[in-house]
């Protein structure tokens, strides 16, 4: 007798092979068998017929190290089939930690990822100080998803060197291999691996840079080897050269990288992304990352699957938020704000004024101007929510076209859906207005569907629903260029994302393999428009972004969602260290593309 029988569905195994019709049985937490029929008697059958079953979705780029010592369920991730997260990206985390530093933590996790503070010291759940009792405290623990986690370069550094670290003065020799001592023992305990930051884009709420972000290659290289000597992990890092603010280009990184993921042999994960000031830069990227990889060194590029920017409207940030007139009105509840902004005599006043005192503790709080200048890119999100809209459909041409001024139509445009309206502004991966790049990246056989930043920038995006993106719009939906073979838009985010972080027990539906799967009503899914609510701690304010069409989202066997409803099943503990498959699997490192042409398949 099986536990869980899933009858008459679509297979899409994750490998990229071409779907078939299988059954999925499922004992004690494994796939167990999977063929065209399955007879015998489960506890559990779920039908189905006309349904996609998938591996479940491996997300590897999130923020949910504060979440996830108070939140069970993982929203927004649990609503788009994800079943493993990895957290502690970007060189930030909460562990390890001296005594009376919490604070310093909060605030440099606060400034780089945008998640409230206030938040994150009423929520999380201290009772730590080096990162392996971290993972002690997550072992009490329990999600409707696995949660993995790297130690973070911001973290150690201040640990170990204090204010010095944190202010990014150079680490002596001795620092170095203290730094290497703890993420030797974190990796050895069961972390995933190690992140750094090295892009000016990320400052602590101070202003101050990320600790780490100058670290000289004597440091970065003793903290990598320090990976290997642990059993093996990721490096990953958010490179110098990223953005278009940064010092120096991706390529200029290259070299060091390049260098220590060759030397160790463990795999260094970069980020590319296309940007406006120099939109063909992410090519020249990409053709010196395929000689890397002709050469065999194991690097991955994360990737994004859409536009990286930001959402604008009353809720969020808009070019009007610091003007006094409407800085008078912002405490109202919405409802009656959007009563007196609809007022003329209200709206001229606005219009007509500069920006108001900045508050200093609010990095964001001087984005008006920049924003009232951006009208050509900001384009309404609309329901369902396009990310690929025409440049005719900015508010800006539509202005243009409509005689009227730019500005003036963005407020009146602020103000539909009873100020609830949101405006897709794409600051990456958009130079081109239209998905191609995005395209070509995802196909690259050395990315990796990433940086979707779940938990993360929780007043500005909510890229957590890209898993669901990848079906709907690469699969199913995209009219403006070629889209993505199904079965490639899961292995993407199956196999492909679970093979880089050493998980060999999952992201494939095969015998022997953990039953993380989805069941998923492919014609019927969607992604609702985000939505701003006020349930983190403190009263803290976050964008989510629902989906519809998982008929059922299976973790260990158990399934933890239900026709888009959380039955509050919690199967799982912490995820520690690589998993070993039950059957064998390639780590090679993938062919280049110019070995496998343009449409590149799943790595071999």
Same mark, same amino acid.
């Given at each position: &007798?099986?536990?869980?029988?899933?009858?008459?569905?679509?297979?899409?195994?994750?490998?990229?092979?071409? %779907?078939?019709? /299988?059954?999925?049985?499922?004992?004690?937490?494994?796939?167990?068998?999977?063929?065209?029929?399955?007879?015998?008697?489960?506890?559990?059958?779920?039908?189905?017929?006309?349904?996609?079953?998938?591996?479940?979705?491996?997300?590897?780029?999130?923020?949910?190290?504060?979440?996830?010592?108070?939140?069970?369920?993982?929203?927004?991730?649990?609503?788009?089939?994800?079943?493993?997260?990895?957290?502690?990206?970007?060189?930030?985390?909460?562990?390890?930690?001296?005594?009376?530093?919490? =604070?310093?933590?909060?605030?440099?996790?606060?400034?780089?990822?945008?998640? $409230?503070?206030? /938040?994150?010291?009423?929520?999380?759940?201290?009772?730590?100080?080096?990162?392996? =009792?971290?993972?002690?405290?997550?072992?009490?623990?329990?999600?409707?998803?696995?949660? @993995?986690?790297?130690?973070?370069?911001?973290?150690?550094?201040?640990?170990?060197?204090?204010?010095?670290?944190?202010?990014? =003065?150079?680490?002596?020799?001795?620092?170095?291999?203290?730094?290497?001592?703890?993420?030797?023992?974190?990796?050895?305990?069961?972390?995933?691996?190690?992140?750094?930051?090295?892009?000016? *884009? +990320?400052?602590?709420?101070?202003?101050? $840079?990320?600790?780490?972000?100058?670290?000289?290659?004597?440091?970065?290289?003793?903290? @990598?080897? /320090?990976?290997? /000597?642990?059993?093996?992990?990721?490096?990953?890092?958010?490179?110098?050269?990223?953005? &278009?603010?940064?010092?120096?280009?991706?390529?200029?990184?290259?070299?060091?990288?390049?260098?220590?993921?060759?030397?160790?042999?463990?795999?260094?994960?970069?980020?590319?992304?296309?940007?406006?000031? !120099?939109?063909?830069?992410?090519?020249?990227?990409?053709?010196?990352?395929?000689?890397?990889?002709?050469?065999?060194?194991?690097?991955?590029?994360?990737?994004?699957?859409?536009?990286?920017?930001?959402?604008?409207? #009353?809720?969020?940030?808009?070019?009007?938020?610091?003007?006094?007139?409407?800085?008078?009105?912002? @405490?109202?509840?919405? %409802?009656?704000?959007?009563?007196?902004? *609809?007022? %003329?005599?209200?709206?001229?006043?606005?219009?007509?004024?500069?920006?108001?005192?900045?508050?200093? !503790?609010?990095?964001? !709080?001087?984005?008006? $101007?920049?924003?009232?200048?951006?009208?050509?890119?900001?384009?309404?999100?609309?329901?369902?929510?396009?990310?690929?809209?025409?440049? =005719?459909?900015?508010?800006?041409?539509?202005?243009?076209?409509?005689?009227?001024?730019? #500005?003036?139509?963005?407020y009146e445009a602020m103000l539909a859906d009873d100020g609830k309206a949101m405006f897709m502004l794409p600051l990456f991966n958009y130079a081109n207005g239209n998905h191609d790049a995005i395209r070509e990246m995802l196909l690259h056989p050395g990315s990796v569907s990433s940086l979707g930043d779940a938990g993360a920038h929780c007043g500005m995006i909510c890229d957590a629903s890209i898993p669901t993106y990848l079906l709907t719009h690469w699969a199913r939906d995209r009219s403006r260029g070629a889209g993505i073979d199904l079965a490639q838009a899961v292995h993407l985010q199956t196999q492909r994302t679970a093979e880089l972080y050493g998980l060999g027990d999952r992201g494939v539906v095969e015998a022997g393999k953990k039953a993380d799967l989805n069941v998923i009503d492919f014609e019927t899914l969607a992604l609702a428009q985000p939505e701003l609510i006020h349930d983190l701690p403190a009263g803290g304010r976050r964008l989510v972004q629902y989906a519809s069409g998982y008929d059922a989202t299976i973790v260990s066997g158990v399934v933890t969602r239900r026709h888009d409803v959380d039955p509050r099943q919690r199967p799982r503990r912490p #995820?520690?260290?690589?998993?070993?498959?039950?059957?064998?699997?390639? +780590?090679?490192?993938?062919?280049?593309?110019?070995?496998?042409?343009? +449409?590149?398949?799943?790595? %071999?």
């Open positions: &007798m099986y536990d869980l029988l899933i009858t008459g569905g679509t297979l899409v195994d994750g490998t990229g092979a071409p %779907p078939r019709r /299988a059954d999925v049985a499922v004992n004690d937490g494994r796939i167990v068998a999977v063929s065209e029929t399955l007879d015998g008697e489960a506890a559990e059958t779920i039908d189905a017929t006309g349904r996609l079953v998938t591996p479940g979705f491996v997300d590897i780029h999130t923020h949910y190290d504060g979440q996830a010592t108070w939140d069970s369920q993982l929203e927004p991730s649990a609503s788009h089939g994800v079943t493993t997260v990895v957290t502690g990206n970007c060189g930030v985390g909460f562990a390890p930690v001296r005594p009376g530093k919490e =604070e310093w933590l909060i605030q440099l996790m606060e400034g780089v990822e945008d998640i $409230p503070g206030a /938040a994150l010291a009423e929520g999380i759940t201290w009772g730590w100080e080096r990162f392996t =009792e971290f993972l002690d405290v997550l072992d009490t623990r329990s999600w409707a998803m696995d949660v @993995g986690t790297q130690i973070p370069h911001g973290a150690v550094r201040g640990y170990v060197m204090g204010d010095a670290g944190a202010r990014n =003065e150079p680490a002596s020799a001795e620092d170095s291999a203290e730094m290497a001592a703890h993420v030797r023992e974190a990796i050895e305990a069961g972390a995933l691996g190690f992140s750094t930051s090295r892009t000016l *884009a +990320h400052l602590a709420k101070d202003g101050e $840079p990320v600790p780490g972000t100058f670290a000289e290659r004597e440091e970065l290289f003793a903290l @990598g080897r /320090a990976i290997k /000597a642990g059993g093996g992990g990721v490096f990953e890092v958010a490179q110098g050269g990223l953005t &278009m603010l940064d010092r120096g280009t991706t390529t200029d990184e290259m070299g060091w990288m390049a260098d220590l993921a060759e030397e160790t042999g463990q795999p260094l994960a970069f980020m590319v992304l296309q940007t406006d000031t !120099d939109p063909n830069l992410w090519q020249d990227v990409f053709e010196r990352f395929d000689k890397l990889l002709e050469r065999g060194i194991p690097m991955r590029a994360q990737v994004a699957a859409r536009p990286f920017g930001m959402l604008v409207g #009353l809720q969020t940030n808009h070019p009007f938020a610091k003007r006094p007139t409407y800085d008078a009105l912002a @405490g109202l509840p919405l %409802p009656e704000r959007i009563e007196q902004l *609809a007022k %003329p005599a209200v709206r001229d006043a606005i219009l007509a004024e500069a920006d108001g005192p900045l508050n200093p !503790d609010n990095p964001f !709080d001087g984005i008006g $101007p920049f924003l009232a200048m951006m009208t050509d890119k900001m384009f309404p999100l609309g329901t369902p929510p396009n990310y690929e809209p025409l440049a =005719e459909a900015s508010l800006g041409a539509m202005a243009t076209a409509a005689g009227t001024d730019a #500005l003036a139509a963005t #995820l520690r260290g690589r998993r070993r498959p039950r059957s064998t699997t390639s +780590h090679r490192a993938p062919t280049p593309r110019a070995a496998q042409g343009p +449409h590149a398949g799943p790595t %071999p």
